[in-house]
């Protein structure tokens, strides 16, 4: 317990560090507002798909790109695409996403409880109706064992080495963070820059591979607290694993420590979010990040890592929905 708790501590400390916990920050970025946001996550990404790689090669990790969610209704990649959409829809109504909520309720962000009530909603929903309907429709289906036959990776899909796959993503994301910087610069409110708070997420990537050599993802946590539910009322067996609920509760401690450190990272945010909205919010992300496999970290950062086509689309689905949502809101 205590590896995941201090991953976690790592994690929760970098993204109240770069403010990206903030309601406000998230909101104005589904709106095209402020690219703060996406700066951070695009230098995570691409400084994180070095070290996982690094990681990978040395023999030290051992880890299988994500797979295909798969809900049998268009195609192998459904439940990325309508988990995705779900989840972007969510983080635009909470202001938050599944690894931010912690380090809202750490932070002391009011929002990030009335957010973290509806995720644990949507755990227990998950674990108790929805994850048993899913499996039973996809257990047999055609598209789901088919899944097993296609590439995961963008080097097996494309046909290029690794290396030259790494090299693409850096010249990719580097091009995009310089265009934002020029055309958009970000307005941080955080104690560092976007592209800083990148770079201190890696770090936490870093302490999750070197303690319990795995990556980072929040998004099992609503999963495990729903089975721990079920379980406790006589309706289940009892869970093997807490680790992500170990994970997420170390995000919390980490954002408290920082809030209480530094009063640059306590910023009221600039918007309000509701606890009717918040909860409605926090009940689609959950959904969202288990109907598509994994959260904003779990695709967005580690997944590109190991260069899961799955991952892209689930990020491109995320902004989809998240801005979409944010169009009708105005």
Not at 237 to 258: D, K
Not at 279 to 291: K, Q
Request: hydrophobic letters at 50%; proline letters at 4%.
């Amino acid at each position: 317990m205590s590896r995941p708790f201090v991953s976690g501590v790592a994690f929760g400390a970098a993204l109240t560090a770069a403010a990206v916990h903030q309601p406000d920050v998230i909101v104005a970025q589904m709106g095209f507002q402020n690219w703060h946001m996406v700066t951070t996550f695009l230098t995570a990404s691409s400084t994180s798909t070095i070290l996982v790689n690094i990681f990978q090669r040395l023999g030290y990790l051992n880890l299988n790109p994500r797979n295909y969610s798969t809900l049998n209704l268009f195609g192998l990649f459904d439940g990325n695409i309508i988990g995705g959409w779900l989840l972007g829809a969510g983080m635009t109504v909470s202001g938050s996403c599944p690894g931010t909520v912690f380090a809202q309720v750490g932070a002391g962000v009011r929002s990030g409880l009335y957010t973290l009530a509806g995720t644990i909603l949507g755990g227990i929903i998950w674990s108790g109706f929805l994850r048993p309907a899913l499996h039973d429709r996809t257990k047999s289906n055609v598209e789901a064992t088919n899944a097993k036959n296609h590439p995961l990776t963008l080097d097996e899909w494309i046909g290029m080495s690794q290396i030259s796959i790494i090299a693409s993503i850096e010249i990719l994301f580097a091009s995009m963070i310089a265009v934002i910087v020029y055309l958009a610069p970000p307005e941080s409110g955080g104690m560092v820059g976007p592209v800083t708070g990148g770079l201190l997420i890696t770090s936490a990537q870093l302490v999750s591979i070197v303690m319990r050599k795995s990556l980072l993802g929040t998004s099992r946590s609503f999963e495990e607290v729903g089975d721990y539910f079920w379980w406790t009322i006589g309706r289940g067996v009892r869970p093997t694993s807490y680790n992500a609920i170990a994970l997420t509760a170390g995000m919390a401690a980490g954002a408290l420590a920082v809030s209480l450190g530094s009063p640059a990272s306590r910023a009221i945010p600039d918007i309000v979010i509701g606890p009717t909205r918040a909860v409605i919010g926090g009940f689609l992300l959950a959904i969202g990040a288990r109907l598509g496999g994994g959260c904003t970290s779990g695709h967005g950062i580690s997944g590109v890592s190991l260069f899961s086509i799955s991952s892209l689309v689930s990020v491109v689905a995320m902004f989809a929905g998240g801005m979409s949502v944010a169009a009708i809101m105005g």
